[in-house]
């Protein structure tokens, strides 16, 4: 099992796992269109994924279990994303004129990227279509490197497998998953920022391949207890306003939410605007990358007016993502989509992974 290995089944549960709670879709190739069979999620804070794999395990082993079954998925065959905290990924130019050159390149360059041992990793490598050049009489490949620790996939084998009773197919990274149910076949330079409930993921996607990732311990439960402190108010009060545009602004009296926001948001602006700095150093000599536009997604991504306060800040269009934009449903269910859409990114974009590719 590779992280971008395929299978040949035509209906995939995607599973989130995350420190919020768990998201699940269930999707089936309708003449390759994803067409939504099921879904089902649960809240469930935690304080750390060691707890979640550890302690909790059989916990959380039985929720699942019993959202499969209240959900009535209709198949095992199973994918599911890891955190972009847990991972190691790199673009890497390679020169290699044969695959076997190309190979043993990876592996070198690799051994010296990654901060340990590779019979500790699992590592997959994806040649950036179109991305080389001729330096001499080498062809220089570009190649997406991923490397996750085996003992972490084997965390996400003994839930799934064992103790769920899945067919764990092939496991997925979130921001490749994001890619998938938020971009598309968009070719824009994009920034996917999703702000989660313990940590904010930045990743800038280039042609559809993840060119930079970045993560933060601050989300959307930083930002609940920063709105209960500035406002004197208990948390949970502080979690319902944080998506009720009328009651942040009852606390605005201009109605203007943007001084309001720059207090909430200012450790994620300041990654956004670094990790902005970043990529556009990474052209070439003479050359200023720039980002086309920005994705929101995570649970608090619905903030009120926060893509319209991200594109005065950053002067780029930001917008909230709609990862069901490439998934066929029942129309009835537009409404209780859109309103749990945002948390949905990885999970889909996981299920989507054979069938749309």
Not at 117 to 125: A, V
Not at 183 to 211: A, C, E, L, Q, Y
Not at 293 to 299: A, P, Q, S, W
Not at 343 to 353: D, E, K
Request: proline fraction near 4%.
């Amino acid at each position: 099992m590779g992280l971008f290995s395929k299978s040949k089944t035509n209906s995939f549960i995607g599973i989130d796992i995350g420190l919020s709670g768990i998201k699940l879709v269930e999707l089936a190739n309708d003449s390759g269109h994803a067409r939504l069979v099921t879904y089902a999620y649960v809240d469930r804070p935690v304080e750390s994924f060691d707890q979640l794999f550890g302690e909790l395990a059989d916990d959380t082993a039985k929720i699942i279990k019993q959202m499969i079954s209240k959900a009535k998925c209709t198949t095992k065959s199973t994918i599911t994303a890891v955190p972009v905290s847990s991972i190691f990924t790199s673009i890497i130019s390679v020169p290699a004129n044969n695959e076997k050159e190309l190979k043993e390149a990876i592996i070198w360059q690799a051994k010296k990227l990654i901060p340990m041992p590779l019979e500790e990793i699992q590592l997959d490598s994806k040649v950036i279509e179109g991305a080389f050049k001729t330096e001499g009489q080498k062809k220089v490949s570009r190649v997406l490197l991923t490397g996750a620790p085996k003992n972490l996939v084997n965390r996400y084998i003994d839930l799934l497998n064992k103790r769920c009773g899945l067919n764990l197919v092939s496991l997925e990274t979130e921001t490749f998953a994001q890619v998938r149910s938020l971009v598309g076949k968009d070719r824009s330079s994009i920034m996917i920022i999703d702000i989660g409930f313990h940590r904010t993921n930045i990743s800038v996607v280039d042609k559809g391949v993840p060119f930079l990732n970045r993560s933060i311990a601050v989300g959307g439960d930083s930002i609940t207890q920063t709105i209960s402190q500035m406002l004197g108010i208990p948390y949970q009060q502080a979690e319902t306003m944080k998506r009720d545009i009328r009651s942040l602004e009852s606390f605005a009296p201009t109605g203007d939410l943007n001084p309001m926001l720059s207090s909430l948001m200012k450790p994620i602006l300041n990654e956004i605007k670094y990790s902005f700095s970043l990529y556009q150093g990474q052209g070439d000599a003479g050359e200023q990358r720039k980002i086309d536009k920005i994705i929101l997604t995570g649970g608090s991504a619905l903030l009120p007016r926060l893509a319209e306060f991200l594109t005065q800040a950053m002067n780029v269009n930001a917008y909230l993502g709609d990862p069901w934009a490439r998934v066929v449903y029942p129309l009835d269910l537009r409404p209780i989509l859109d309103e749990v859409g945002t948390r949905f990114a990885v999970s889909i974009g996981c299920a989507m992974r054979d069938i749309t590719d």
